[in-house]
């Protein structure tokens, strides 16, 4: 009676992890009805992405018209001016607060002379071009992301079934859970249950790099005559 009941108790635990991987798992597929920002929003939904971990619609690529409706910045050569480059690099980095990046535009546009439009539309391009490239990382590592942990819940999942399907019996005296077969599995879910939790803030990353382009470019054109 007593191997049976802690065989019992193997097979309620393993019944209960399977339950929670398979509500954390789709948790994390889901895709919810919110998108990433309003910079992002295409003129029609970009093909579902499978490995796409977080539940705002994923968008590749930062659409140029939703953030900036200045001169043209297709073809525009930022990188030859050093002020400009280095700009860039100032307004872009998150440690650069948006009152200081907009300061700094302010000082970059009243030393500009009569090129003013053209620089500040240099230093646009430079801009949307590293935070666009940023977002695309960070996209890309969400995605490497959700396909690990797809395939942590096939794994699991076949633990899980080898549980239910070969009950071992344990010796005596060992409780269910100090099993190695139900330790793995465990390990496995809370690595994939603290990889779920961790999500809710690295879902957020690509809007955040939306909404600072968007203020920033905001800034530029303020500046433009």
């Given amino acids: 009676m007593l191997v049976s009941y802690r065989t019992a108790g193997r097979r309620r635990l393993a019944a209960a992890l399977a339950f929670a991987l398979g509500t954390t798992a789709a948790a994390a597929q889901e895709t919810g009805a919110g998108a990433q920002g309003e910079a992002a929003r295409p003129a029609a939904a970009a093909p579902a992405n499978k490995d796409w971990p977080c539940k705002q619609i994923l968008v590749e690529e930062i659409s140029l018209p939703t953030v900036w409706s200045g001169p043209p910045i297709e073809n525009v050569e930022w990188r030859k001016d050093e002020r400009t480059t280095d700009l860039v690099t100032l307004i872009s980095a998150r440690r650069t607060t948006l009152e200081a990046a907009q300061k700094a535009i302010e000082e970059f546009a009243a030393a500009a002379g009569a090129d003013k439009n053209a620089r500040l539309t240099a230093l646009f391009a430079g801009v949307f071009e590293t935070l666009n490239s940023e977002r695309g990382h ?88």
């Fill in 138 to 225: 960070i996209i890309d590592g969400l995605t490497r992301f959700g396909r690990k942990q797809k395939a942590l819940a096939t794994r699991i999942r076949a633990e899980n079934s080898e549980l239910q399907k070969n009950p071992a019996e344990t010796p005596p005296g060992v409780e269910p859970a100090d099993d190695p077969a139900t330790q793995k599995l465990q390990l496995d879910l809370r690595i994939f249950d603290e990889g779920r939790k961790s999500l809710s803030f690295a879902c957020e990353a690509p809007t955040l790099v939306e909404q600072r382009l968007f203020a920033l470019a905001r800034a530029i054109q303020n500046e433009m005559e």
